[in-house]
């Protein structure tokens, strides 16, 4: 009997992180992906992303091999662990990463906050956000 493929942890992430937006991961995507206009197989590449969304350009990283993703969980956990100690879990980390000379703020959360985020900066902008998940019906200026 022919042992089953099996499919590499790095596409399930990029499948999570998809799902995560109600979208697709984008085949092909990552080393395979060379920037916009060119070819693969015939086909042609519009992006390089690791998704299908209209909107959002997604970009798993995955791997314990990365620095980047060891140094970002490392520094969640710890935060989480902080924070979870003083509040009792009342609250949940938001980790902002900024650079010098660099405008803006990158936000580091954990997907299970993401939507308890969203409506608290929703709310901080002035919106009224009700509990329904329509969000055309849901937010509305103040």
């Known amino acids: 009997m022919a042992k089953k493929k099996s499919r590499p942890n790095w596409k399930f992430a990029e499948e999570r992180l998809a799902?995560?937006?109600?979208?697709?991961?984008?085949?092909l995507s990552g080393s395979l992906s060379y920037g916009?206009?060119?070819f693969w197989r015939g086909q042609k590449k519009e992006r390089g992303d690791d998704g299908l969304h209209e909107?959002?350009?997604l970009e798993s990283k995955y791997g314990s091999q990365s620095p980047l993703v060891n140094h970002a969980w490392d520094l969640y956990d710890k935060s989480q662990a902080q924070c979870s100690a003083e509040t009792k879990d009342k609250l949940y980390p938001v980790i902002g990463l900024q650079k010098s000379a660099r405008q803006g703020?990158?936000?580091c959360v954990h997907s299970k906050h993401l939507e308890k985020l969203c409506v608290e900066y929703l709310t901080q902008l002035g919106y009224e956000v009700s509990k329904s998940c329509d969000v055309s019906k849901s937010v509305s200026k103040k």
Not at 19 to 27: A, D, G, M, S, Y
């Open 36 to 38: 916009s206009n060119t």
């Open 55 to 57: 909107r959002i350009w």
């Open 19 to 27: 799902n995560l937006f109600n979208t697709k991961r984008r085949p």
């Open 105 to 107: 703020i990158l936000l």
